[in-house]
């Protein structure tokens, strides 16, 4: 159980990974699954998620809690839940996950924006796939404009940019100085 809390109105990076870093997904039908749960625990009364990334053994998660106690409101039972359904399913006891998920606040937009390339990359960098977008389970897809209706609403990192193309540019530069961010977000 985690005891550092999970502040309102705030971006936070969410994630966790597998016991012994093995799988949390056992097959394609628990990724959908996973979003699933999602899109019913971060709902737009809890939390807004701006990008994640579902990898075999780990998620990472872009979001902006809404609620207070976001952590026992939403982050435990969401984690219940979705263990549960999983244990059942491959008939396995004990955690899935290896502990708490890890959270870290952020609190300016500029690593905001390197956060979701970060995520966005997680597949490629994985060697999962050679470009971000072959990824499924990800919202890159969301942002780039080939998938909508899902759970990101990227229009927020997307509004950093002119357009969806230049955010493609952005996440494919893999540049870490800074330069190929919008002027409004360069730090000297």
Excluded at 25 to 52: C, M, P, V, W
Excluded at 77 to 98: C, I, M, W
Excluded at 123 to 143: M, T
Aim: with cysteine; hydrophobic share 35%; glycine share 6%.
């Amino acid at each position: 159980m985690r005891t550092e809390p999970i502040l309102p109105l705030h971006y936070y990076h969410i994630y966790n990974r597998g016991v012994n870093r093995g799988p949390i997904y056992f097959s394609k039908e628990n990724y959908h699954f996973f979003l699933d749960r999602l899109g019913k625990y971060f709902n737009f009364e809890t939390a807004r998620i701006l990008a994640y990334c579902l990898m075999p053994s780990h998620f990472h998660l872009l979001v902006y809690p809404i609620i207070d106690d976001f952590g026992n409101k939403v982050m435990q039972p969401f984690s219940v839940s979705y263990t549960k359904a999983v244990n059942k399913q491959q008939k396995r006891t004990g955690p899935l996950f290896q502990g708490p998920y890890q959270s870290i606040l952020i609190d300016k937009d500029k690593y905001i924006l390197h956060l979701s390339r970060y995520i966005h990359l997680n597949p490629v960098s994985a060697g999962l796939v050679n470009q971000p977008e072959k990824w499924e389970f990800s919202s890159y897809r969301d942002f780039i404009g080939i998938r909508s209706g899902g759970i990101v609403g990227p229009n927020f990192i997307i509004e950093y940019f002119k357009d969806s193309s230049e955010y493609v540019d952005f996440v494919l530069s893999e540049s870490e100085s800074g330069a190929d961010l919008p002027i409004n977000l360069r730090i000297d």
